[in-house]
């Protein structure tokens, strides 16, 4: 089985801190994304990474930024935390050429107050 | 670009009874159409794709979809609802551009009572 973890489940942060959500998978694969879920909203793209090193921007990536050291890590980064960033966010990942079926891990809730 | 819109943001049936969870896409492409699911406090799983082949998708936990391109259409349905399929579900479009990002519907909360 797929195996998605983050780091955190709950995270309650203070305006202006620097957060780093932490997204590990198991299976080897190439791609690994982070979305923001929002009630009403879906789930949008904020960061993809197809690559050790390569990241490319999804739909709303202001704000943010990632990193990706190593295959199986992906790391999203609120340099300074904002209440409008509070949200749910969901890690997924995917093996190459296959973007389309992607295994999600279970989110982190994280309130910025 | 592509979209897909949810017509309903709830849906209240009763168990044993039908579902239908109901989807519309825009696409200038031949679409690649999706529904995953994501049970409280838990990530979101696929249920079904739709890439081309048969128009009727048969997914897990008896749920199944029909594409119909005349309609633009993918809905989602399973003919007995259960209590353990109350969850929300995301209607989700396939770009087909050099990297096929996922671009996910609003979602739909069902509720399923005794």
């Known amino acids: 089985d797929v195996k998605v973890t983050q780091s955190s489940r709950y995270l309650v942060k203070r305006t202006g801190e620097k957060v780093f959500l932490e997204c590990v998978q198991d299976m080897d694969h190439e791609n690994m994304f982070w979305y923001r879920q929002d009630p009403g909203l879906g789930l949008r793209l904020i960061y993809f990474s197809y690559d050790v090193k390569m990241k490319e921007k999804g739909d709303i990536p202001e704000g943010y930024s990632v990193s990706r050291e190593k295959k199986e890590r992906f790391s999203l980064i609120l340099e300074s935390a904002s209440t409008n960033q509070t949200s749910m966010y969901l890690c997924?990942?995917?093996?190459?050429?296959?973007?389309?079926?992607?295994?999600f891990g279970p989110g982190t809730r994280l309130t910025v107050l | 670009a592509q979209s897909v819109t949810q017509l309903d943001s709830h849906v209240s049936v009763s168990e044993g009874t039908p579902v239908l969870l109901r989807c519309n896409y825009s696409?200038?492409?031949?679409?690649?159409l999706f529904w995953y699911v994501q049970h409280p406090n838990k990530g979101l799983q696929l249920l079904l794709k739709?890439?081309?082949?048969?128009?009727l998708v048969k997914g897990i936990n008896g749920f199944e979809a029909e594409f119909k391109k005349s309609e633009t259409s993918f809905h989602l349905t399973k003919p007995s609802a259960h209590m353990s399929d109350a969850a929300e579900y995301f209607c989700v479009v396939s770009e087909p551009t050099g990297f096929q990002k996922l671009v996910f519907g609003t979602g739909t909360r069902l509720l399923v009572s005794p």
């Open positions: 739709y890439t081309s082949a048969a128009t």
């Open positions: 696409s200038s492409y031949s679409p690649s």
């Open positions: 997924a990942s995917s093996k190459a050429g296959n973007t389309d079926t992607q295994y």
